[in-house]
């Protein structure tokens, strides 16, 4: 099984940088991901990390370094449409995402 | 585009009463999932399949059932409902061939036994 740990609540101001930590314990790896959600919605994709390093797509990068069981998820020029819970989910041997809890990031003007 | 639809998109059920939720998806991917979403929890996985015709067991698969009969549909089946089942589902399917082999997901149903 996987453990997933991730804050549950992060407040940040418009224009700023936010970092969501996500560390794991795996008895298999094939890949994390990053799932945004709104409230009352359905998790949609952002990122995806199976080696270690950087990925960046526009405003959000995505951290991975397997030895530590560690990612971050960078939101960089904060806007208030990223006030959202986030996801981190890792993919077991299997192929099954197992998923953190979320952290509610709210951005404030 | 539809993606993937749910039906109902919210329904309260009296305890012991059969609920089967609906789940579509037009994309042709291969792989489908239900998950439960609860406070606290984020997300676990109920029942899956990887192809039509399979099904398997998540982390979180008693007091449900599912079935595959064809690669678009996958419902998903409370026998005999208890107030503990109370919880937003998410259906979702991935394909093997996209870049990441990442899950996609339906709107969800909003689910409350009384």
């Known amino acids: 099984g996987q453990n997933i740990d991730q804050p549950t609540e992060m407040t940040a101001t418009e224009g700023a940088i936010v970092q969501i930590n996500c560390t794991y314990q795996t008895s298999g790896f094939n890949g994390l991901f990053w799932y945004q959600q709104h409230a009352g919605e359905a998790p949609t994709f952002l990122s995806y990390n199976v080696l270690d390093g950087l990925e960046e797509k526009g405003r959000f990068s995505s951290f991975l370094s397997r030895s530590k069981g560690y990612s971050y998820l960078l939101l960089k020029e904060l806007q208030m449409k990223d006030s959202a819970s986030y996801l981190c989910?890792?993919?077991?041997?299997?192929?099954?995402?197992?998923f953190g809890a979320g952290t509610t990031v709210t951005v404030r003007a | 585009i539809a993606g993937i639809t749910q039906a109902p998109t919210s329904q309260i059920l009296a305890a012991g009463r059969r609920m089967t939720l609906r789940c579509t998806q037009d994309?042709?991917?291969?792989?489908m999932y239900w998950y439960r979403q609860d406070l606290g929890l984020g997300l676990r996985l109920i029942h899956y399949?990887?192809?039509?015709?399979?099904?398997g067991k998540g982390e979180v698969p008693d007091g449900y059932s599912v079935s595959r009969a064809n690669t678009d549909d996958f419902p998903l089946t409370l026998a005999s409902a208890v107030p503990s089942q109370t919880s937003v589902y998410f259906c979702?399917?991935?394909?093997?061939?996209?870049?990441?082999?990442?899950?996609?997901f339906g709107p969800g149903t909003r689910l409350t036994v009384l």
């Open positions: 989910a890792v993919r077991d041997g299997d192929y099954k995402l197992s």
């Open positions: 399949s990887n192809t039509a015709g399979t099904t």
């Open positions: 979702a399917s991935s394909d093997e061939a996209s870049s990441y082999n990442e899950q996609f």
């Open positions: 994309m042709r991917h291969n792989a």
